[in-house]
């Protein structure tokens, strides 16, 4: 008994070291100096957006769609970009090399990797992915669920499905059928939190987090294993996902337009990585270097994206102390993960996504335009201050479109339509683009129906997905200056809505 009390106080010592350092190095504690330039154009991106939708109902022609204009133009820019930084993909695909070959070279290199699993009320989901999980484990890893106050039976379930039992008054369970696996009965408290104890807990040189509602393909362990070995100046490394929609009267829709945005994210993010300013790791099934998330204190629990925040805390971190630290995205770890296939659960997502977005830009806006933080500094951040506004300016010229087209303004309405069916016809040739980079990236086929799908979705998504996006955004952005809405401790929450998150 005494030893299990020991256990539970150093786990508990062992968080609050990591929330001590979270203290000391993120800037929503010691709030930096905001350099002049960040602030104009932040306040630039919402000034212009004031004058041109005021501006629309005294201009004429097409220039009264001018926030229309630049939404398109900014759109395109980033796209031509992509298509550029990932030209090399079409010249030379990167191997997907063999997981036998892979274990081969890493040799007696292969760090251990401890596998995080924040759980909250996810019996339904744990089965499949601890199925596809516990046989990707080598000898020395682990596999953590750490169970967040859950309220179902999900304790239960995992005692009589994998044999997991606690000692008295323990709360670590161990699994007497799969060595590896492990559970960590944690008070509820969100998933940066679970994460953070999980954290405490694991020992292993790397830490891979995957939601609960993540299934590995065969071998993604060991192809993470291999990367953090031949590289060990990589911190985190994004890995390929692709969403499956389980449920819901549109899921098939959903899933599909889905299938598309992931992606394009996924060009777009060797894109970035390509120019040494990644900023999006995906928590969802992502690996990280664990003696670097303790030096930044780990996960935030006050962030809405905890994933998305971290990794601009360790560029920070990196830069700050000239660490030669790199973010990448893996092609070869490959996973599929639950989306949203309802209309409801898809804007909650994006709200939280968003507001979570916004709330890291706030956080993090020293940094942009400061030349200290290299290429996040000088060209991500700032793209970034566009994007805040980017969903805002989208639906403000939908609006206006639809607006003129009421009022029999045919002068604007017939070539703004003109501008959109070019506009369209161009995003046409980056969707076939896109499928052609992500399947040799991948080495999956893309399976979506070739150019006739691809020219639909160019067609359709305009004016259906791209707006239910923009909408979760903008209230995401509205949740973001209410602050009302919170990602964390939710026990009031009916289970249907907490398994939502």
């Not at 020992?203 to 060991?222: F, W």
């Not at 990585?273 to 099934?285: K, N, P, Q």
């Not at 303790?294 to 971190?317: A, K, M, N, T, W």
């Not at 973010?327 to 996973?335: I, S, T, Y």
Request: proline share 4%; glycine share 10%; net charge positive.
């Amino acid at each position: 008994m005494a030893g299990l009390v020991v256990m539970q106080e150093s786990c508990e010592g062992a968080v609050q070291e990591i929330t001590g350092t979270l203290r000391r190095v993120s800037p929503r504690y010691t709030k930096p100096h905001v350099s002049l330039r960040s602030v104009l154009i932040y306040g630039a991106v919402v000034g212009v957006w004031i004058t041109v939708t005021i501006g629309a109902w005294f201009a004429q022609g097409v220039f009264a769609w001018t926030v229309g204009l630049l939404y398109i133009l900014y759109d395109t820019c980033l796209l031509v970009y992509i298509a550029r930084k990932t030209a090399f993909i079409h010249r030379e695909p990167p191997a997907i090399v063999a997981v036998d070959a892979v274990a081969g070279a890493a040799g007696t290199l292969q760090p251990r990797i401890g596998i995080l699993i924040a759980a909250f009320n996810e019996a339904p989901a744990l089965p499949s992915t601890l199925d596809a999980l516990l046989p990707e484990l080598s000898e020395g890893d682990v596999a953590l669920v750490v169970d967040d106050g859950s309220l179902d039976d999900s304790i239960e379930m995992l005692g009589r499905r994998y044999g997991v039992h606690w000692a008295a008054d323990s709360p670590l369970g161990r699994s007497d059928r799969h060595p590896g696996l492990q559970v960590w009965r944690n008070a509820h408290g969100g998933k940066a939190r679970a994460l953070n104890a999980g954290l405490a807990l694991l020992r292993t040189e790397l830490v891979a987090t995957i939601d609960a509602d993540t299934k590995l393909a065969s071998g993604a362990l060991e192809h993470l294993r291999r990367a953090f070995a031949v590289e060990l100046g990589l911190v985190a490394a994004c890995c390929v996902i692709r969403p499956v929609c389980s449920s819901g009267a549109f899921a098939g829709i959903f899933q599909w337009f889905q299938t598309y945005e992931y992606m394009r994210a996924f060009c777009s993010r060797i894109a970035w990585m390509g120019s040494d300013c990644l900023l999006l790791v995906s928590g969802a099934f992502a690996g990280f270097r664990r003696s670097a998330l303790l030096r930044v204190g780990g996960f935030d629990p006050e962030c809405l994206v905890e994933d998305y925040e971290l990794i601009h805390r360790l560029h920070r971190h990196g830069r700050d102390h000239d660490l030669d630290w790199k973010v990448r995205v893996l092609n070869a770890p490959q996973a599929i993960t639950d989306a949203p296939g309802s209309l409801p659960s898809f804007l909650k997502q994006r709200r939280r996504w968003f507001a979570g977005f916004l709330q890291t830009q706030y956080w993090n806006c020293d940094m942009t335009f400061n030349g200290r933080y290299g290429s996040v500094g000088r060209w991500m951040l700032p793209i970034k201050a566009l994007d805040t506004m980017q969903p805002v300016y989208g639906l403000t010229a939908f609006f206006l479109l639809v607006s003129f087209a009421a009022l029999g303004r045919l002068t604007i309405v017939v070539p703004v339509i003109a501008v959109i069916g070019a506009k369209i016809v161009l995003d046409t040739g980056f969707h076939l683009w896109w499928v052609h980079i992500y399947s040799r990236w991948t080495g999956q086929r893309a399976g979506l129906g070739g150019f006739g799908m691809a020219f639909l979705s160019a067609l359709v998504e305009p004016f259906s997905f791209q707006l239910l996006r923009h909408a979760g955004a903008t209230w995401g952005w509205l949740g973001f200056i209410t602050r009302r809405h919170q990602w964390g401790v939710t026990p009031s929450l009916p289970l249907t809505e907490a398994n939502a998150r």
